[in-house]
Nanobody
Framework: QGQLVESGGGSVQAGGSLRLSCIVS????????MGWFRQTPGKEREFVAA????????AYADSVKGRFSISRDNAKNTVYLQMNSLKPEDTAVYYC??????????????????WGQGTQVTVSS
């Protein structure tokens, strides 16, 4: 199976930017879509953004539209999440995930079958 490894998390002040990366190593399965989710202690994991591996489809949660941008580099088996104008409420553990089913309209956690271990993003005011 493929393994997802996130990086790029850290601490930043409100209004700042951060770029997360997710590398898919030992890729042995088809990936139709990559996504980013985040989770705050005490809350359920929530959808942030997704992109088709072909690059023709992107989706964003309303809370991050206009501030976050998802992209991918197929040759490097890497997906990115550029986060701008960060707010304290963006503080969470961010997870990348892969969708081997091609459920492009489904933003549920269950629609993604492989997950990374997460990277912490902390935004201070």
């Amino acid at each position: 199976q493929g393994q997802l490894v996130e990086s790029g998390g850290g601490s930043v002040q409100a209004g700042g930017s951060l770029r997360l990366s997710c590398i898919v190593s030992d890729r042995t399965f088809s990936i139709y879509r990559m996504g980013w989710f985040r989770q705050t202690p005490g809350k359920e994991r929530e959808f942030v953004a997704a992109i088709s591996w072909s690059g023709g489809y992107t989706a964003y949660a309303d809370s991050v539209k206009g501030r976050f941008s998802i992209s991918r580099d197929n040759a490097k088996n890497t997906v990115y999440l550029q986060m701008n104008s960060l707010k304290p409420e963006d503080t969470a553990v961010y997870y990348c995930a892969s969708d081997s089913f091609g459920l492009f309209g489904n933003r549920a956690v269950a629609a993604f079958n492989s997950w990374g271990q997460g990277t912490q993003v902390t935004v201070s005011s």
